[in-house]
Each structure stands twice: as C-alpha cells, then as structure tokens.
C-alpha cells in the first residue's frame, strides 16, 4: 500500500497526474488530490471552481480502483507548503507534481511551486511534463 499526493490546479495537470499513475496503482494505494489557494482577494470564485474541477478528475479517473481523498485548502499558504504539509500528515510515499516546458527548445523551467518542493522534501517527487507553453 502507497500514498500519494498530487498537487494540481488544472483539469489537464490533473489528468497528466492521473495517466502517470495508471500503471503504477495497485488496490490498497490512496490518491490525496490537494489545490492550494490563498483565499480572500487574492482567489475568486472562478479559481475556486476550477480548482475543484481538477481535484473531481482525480477522483473520477482512478476512484474506481484506489482510495482518493481530494483537499483544496484555502488557508493563506504558498502551495509548496500546503504539499509539503499534507504528505508529511498522511507519510506520503511520493508528491507528484506537473511542470510545464516554458520555451521552444524544450528545456524545463520549474515553476517555483515544483522547484521549492523538490528542494525541501525529503520524500520522492515525482515531475511529470506538460504540455509545451511559450
């Protein structure tokens, strides 16, 4: 049995996260989705809905064969330290995040969520790309 946690904020981060996972599930593994949002003005309701929307793909796509919890804090925290947090209070065996090719030669720029939990955790990360954005 293994734990999980996905950060997401997107339907597709989302539904990469999920195909990552695909092969790798077995029956007893949990999937805990989290999207971290600040909140109060700096979070409008639209954001709020789709961060539920990409946490419910999760669920949709592997419900049927793992536990998922899906979380969507809103609390005032950078969501490095939502995630960080949350694997720490379920012993999560990896976090895995998306990360997205930023420029047309392909090479990976870390988003500063990705890079402040690769360098702060002391569990596997796992980065799966994205699709290629200018």
């Known amino acids: ?11 597709e981060t989302s539904a990469a996260l999920c195909d990552y996972l ?13 999207n971290s949002l600040w909140g109060g003005s700096r979070t409008d309701a639209e954001t709020a809905r789709d ?5 419910d793909v999760v669920r949709s796509r592997l419900g ?4 998922v919890e899906t979380h969507q804090f809103v609390r005032g925290n950078d ?21 997205r090719k930023r420029n047309p030669t392909g090479k990976i720029v870390f988003g500063s969520t990705v890079q402040s939990v690769l360098l702060a955790s002391s569990r596997p990360v796992a980065v799966v790309p994205l ?4």
């Open 79 to 99: 969501p490095d330290e939502d995630l960080l947090a949350h694997a720490d209070a379920v012993d999560a065996d990896e976090l895995v995040l998306g990360v």
């Open 131 to 134: 699709e290629t954005t200018d």
């Open 22 to 34: 695909d092969d790798r599930l077995d029956s007893g593994d949990t999937v805990h989705a989290v």
């Open 1 to 11: 049995m293994r734990t999980y946690v996905l950060g997401t904020d997107t339907v």
């Open 51 to 55: 961060g539920e929307d990409a946490v």
């Open 64 to 67: 049927s064969r793992v536990t």
